[in-house]
């Protein structure tokens, strides 16, 4: 089979830039690089072909051979790559070796995910639910939470090595993390086996957390829930989860605030509703009651002709507003309490009132005295 043009297999124009040339063989090698595209035979065609098409336009001299005479220009005894191995003889464009790496990392992340040369891996962050009282969040409160997770060696103090000895950098990576691995056609960056990606070595291991840095154990952390949480609020502890590897930063905790429902009190944000029960006198003539607040009771003013269902708001006597110097209100949902049953005295009373008010028929069952008394 005919070789295809260079410039076809980059996707470039003959008069491209040097600029160019690199960045569209980067394209290329990172789209079909054999470990993104396994077992993919036409993949890994593409990528060689890729690789050989940049070993030529990348090399001033081996460039203006192809320009001039084609894929005879280049080919053996002709100034072209020796051996048939596409990487060799790279002149005027940047290495292989350099571009590979750019590649490497940007393909497959090189560097987000592995260890810190030189450190460890940070911790990992801790998730807890903390049930709190609604009486709590008026005042807020101050926790202790038993957290189990990997702390920092106290023995080592979380660097993993046996007291008065240290870390070496690692001979075999140069303190790097990764080594350059070449396999055939391939050139591979992988991570040191030596150092396990850490850059360093620990000669002298610590006895008690075998050179991890970290031990399995309960930690107490104090935690202050504000004033004004609500269910569902999340809390952020910097520094309060697992403990990193080899002296690496720690996660952080993360506490769940749980407010369960409150038997008196319905919540909407900040404000709180209950309900409070009046007399049908009082409801008609107006009075005062006590009510109770989630602090202390508060007297109520009820106005004359209050109709069952109203609602009634006492200002400032609510929830705090989360970290905010404001503060929710009460309301009170009135009911009016129907006496089930009366006395000959009460319902006569009763009848001489609706007498004056113009009710007629009370007592039957369409009348006012039934529909509203039950009997």
């Known amino acids: 089979m005919a070789k295809r043009?260079?410039?076809?297999?980059?996707?470039?124009?003959?008069?491209?830039?040097?600029?160019?040339?690199?960045?569209?063989?980067?394209?290329?090698?990172?789209?079909?690089?054999?470990?993104?595209?396994?077992?993919?035979?036409?993949?890994?065609?593409?990528?060689?072909?890729?690789n050989e098409a940049y070993s030529v336009l990348s090399d001033g001299n081996k460039r203006g051979a192809y320009d001039q005479y084609g894929h005879a220009g280049v080919e053996q005894g002709a100034g072209g790559p020796r051996g048939g191995n596409?990487?060799?003889?790279?002149?005027?464009?940047?290495?292989?070796?350099?571009?590979?790496?750019?590649?490497?990392?940007?393909?497959?992340?090189?560097?987000?995910?592995?260890?810190r040369a030189g450190g460890g891996q940070a911790g990992r962050d801790l998730r807890v639910d903390k049930e709190v009282a609604l009486k709590d969040v008026v005042t807020g409160i101050d926790i202790t939470l038993d957290v189990p997770n990997q702390s920092a060696c106290d023995v080592c103090h979380g660097s993993g090595a046996k007291p008065g000895t240290g870390q070496k950098k690692c001979t075999d990576c140069n303190g790097r993390g990764q080594v350059r691995v070449t396999q055939g056609f391939f050139t591979m960056a992988q991570t040191c086996p030596r150092c396990r990606g850490y850059g360093e070595v620990i000669e002298n291991p610590c006895v008690k957390c075998h050179g991890t840095g970290r031990t399995q154990q309960n930690r107490q952390v104090k935690v202050r829930?504000?004033?004004?949480?609500?269910?569902?609020?999340?809390?952020?502890?910097?520094?309060?989860?697992?403990?990193?590897?080899?002296?690496?930063?720690?996660?952080?905790?993360?506490?769940?605030?749980?407010?369960p429902d409150d038997a008196r009190f319905e919540r909407d944000g900040a404000n709180l509703i209950t309900t409070a029960t009046i007399s049908f006198p009082m409801a008609a003539l107006g009075g005062e009651i006590s009510v109770e607040s989630i602090e202390a009771p508060v007297t109520l003013k009820?106005?004359?002709?209050?109709?069952?269902g109203v609602l009634f708001r006492v200002s400032g006597h609510g929830l705090p507003q989360l970290r905010a110097r404001s503060r929710g209100d009460l309301f009170v949902r009135?009911?009016?309490?129907?006496?089930?049953?009366?006395?000959?005295?009460?319902?006569?009373?009763?009848?001489?009132?609706a007498a004056k008010l113009g009710e007629k028929d009370l007592g039957k069952d369409d009348g006012v005295f039934k529909r509203v008394f039950g009997s």
């Open 5 to 50: 043009d260079y410039y076809d297999v980059l996707g470039l124009k003959k008069g491209a830039s040097p600029e160019e040339v690199k960045a569209a063989y980067r394209r290329e090698a990172i789209k079909h690089h054999p470990d993104k595209n396994p077992g993919n035979k036409q993949a890994e065609e593409r990528f060689k072909e890729a």
């Open 225 to 259: 829930i504000p004033p004004g949480v609500e269910n569902g609020t999340t809390l952020r502890v910097s520094g309060a989860g697992e403990a990193g590897e080899r002296g690496a930063p720690a996660g952080d905790l993360y506490v769940v605030v749980r407010v």
């Open 86 to 115: 596409p990487f060799e003889g790279f002149g005027g464009g940047a290495g292989f070796g350099d571009i590979f790496g750019d590649i490497f990392e940007e393909a497959f992340g090189a560097g987000g995910g592995r260890r």
């Open 302 to 308: 009820i106005p004359a002709g209050t109709q069952p």
């Open 334 to 353: 009135v009911q009016v309490a129907v006496p089930k049953k009366l006395s000959k005295e009460e319902k006569k009373l009763i009848e001489d009132l």
